[in-house]
């Protein structure tokens, strides 16, 4: 059984800095491209970064030289290192992974459980 599971949130002032991490585990062929989504209070899902197999990146917008994506492939982890943090910042941040299980699947979408940002003085 596939699981994400994410660490490293918390609280934060304004234009500090946090880094996430969401280590895959389980039974695992491959792991595809790896996301970062998050959600505030009364508002939808929003993709902040995604990285590649071959570690081609994409940001939001509004995230663009201030949060970095990174995945170690070694240990089926991947980051997300936040700086300049802003109040707007504050969501719940989910890990989300396109991964194989085994050769004979295709490759589905898994979530992690969440971890709160909050970027309060």
């Known amino acids: 059984q596939v699981q994400l599971v994410e660490s490293g949130g918390g609280l934060v002032q304004p234009g500090g800095s946090l880094r996430l991490s969401c280590a895959v585990s389980?039974?695992?062929?491959?792991?595809?491209?790896m996301s970062w989504y998050r959600q505030a209070p009364g508002k939808q899902r929003e993709l902040v970064a995604s990285?590649?197999?071959?570690?081609?990146?994409n940001y939001q917008d509004s995230v663009k030289g201030r949060f970095t994506i990174s995945r170690d492939n070694t240990k089926n982890t991947v980051f997300l290192q936040m700086s300049s943090l802003k109040p707007e910042d504050t969501a719940v941040y989910y890990c989300?992974?396109?991964?194989?299980?085994?050769?004979?699947?295709?490759?589905?979408?898994?979530w992690g459980q969440g971890t709160q940002v909050t970027v309060s003085s």
């Open positions: 990285i590649t197999i071959s570690d081609s990146t």
């Open positions: 989300n992974g396109m991964i194989r299980v085994n050769i004979l699947s295709r490759p589905e979408t898994y």
């Open positions: 389980g039974s695992i062929r491959s792991i595809y491209v």
